[in-house]
């Protein structure tokens, strides 16, 4: 996946079972980021950055997603546990994380594993990917993102 091509599109279930299409939110700044596992260390500080930095991705009108291959029931637990505001969709299928070439090999601890590699996307409100994410260090993401944002718009 390269930037400056159109965003695959998808229908996902979120957290509370409501279906989001991409299409849905067509004419608007998007920030879909993928990552591997539900309440797991890196991956609870990204969302946490996420939440906190909410209301200035909506003050920029950017609808924030997240995405993995967990179910709605485990984003349900994860989204209450640490009161995210925004929604967690649910891909056990598999079919967007290969439709964003972010599901396939990785190293966890030494070892290679087949899983989500965590990326993230900013799609613009012509369906484009403007910016891709291949190096996120959890606790600055959110805010790299914000400012990359800031700029683009």
């Not at 598999?94 to 594993?113: A, D, I, P, S, T």
């Not at 900013?122 to 600055?140: A, L, M, R, S, W």
């Given at each position: 996946?390269?930037?400056h091509?159109?965003?695959?599109?998808?229908?996902?279930?979120?957290?509370?079972?409501?279906?989001?299409?991409?299409?849905?939110?067509?004419?608007?700044?998007?920030?879909?980021?993928?990552?591997?596992?539900?309440d797991?260390?890196?991956?609870?500080?990204?969302?946490?950055?996420?939440?906190?930095?909410?209301?200035?991705?909506?003050?920029?009108?950017?609808?924030?997603?997240?995405?993995?291959?967990?179910?709605?029931?485990?984003?349900?637990?994860?989204?209450?546990?640490?009161?995210?505001?925004?929604?967690?969709?649910?891909?056990?299928?598999?079919?967007?994380?290969?439709?964003?070439?972010?599901?396939?090999?990785?190293?966890?601890?030494?070892?290679?594993?087949?899983?989500?590699?965590?990326?993230?996307?900013?799609?613009?409100?012509?369906?484009?990917?403007?910016?891709?994410?291949?190096?996120?260090?959890?606790?600055?993401?959110?805010?790299e993102?914000?400012?990359?944002?800031?700029?683009?718009?």
């Amino acid at each position: 996946m390269v930037s400056h091509q159109r965003a695959p599109l998808f229908n996902l279930l979120d957290q509370n079972g409501k279906n989001h299409s991409f299409m849905d939110y067509r004419g608007k700044w998007v920030l879909l980021y993928f990552y591997s596992k539900d309440d797991m260390p890196g991956y609870t500080t990204e969302a946490c950055g996420m939440r906190d930095l909410f209301p200035d991705f909506s003050r920029l009108n950017v609808i924030v997603l997240g995405v993995s291959v967990d179910s709605v029931e485990s984003h349900r637990k994860f989204t209450d546990k640490y009161h995210l505001s925004f929604p967690l969709l649910s891909d056990e299928k598999k079919e967007v994380v290969k439709q964003y070439w972010v599901w396939g090999e990785k190293n966890v601890m030494g070892k290679k594993v087949i899983g989500t590699i965590r990326t993230s996307f900013i799609i613009n409100p012509d369906g484009i990917i403007i910016k891709i994410y291949t190096h996120v260090k959890p606790e600055q993401h959110a805010q790299e993102v914000l400012m990359d944002l800031e700029s683009l718009q």
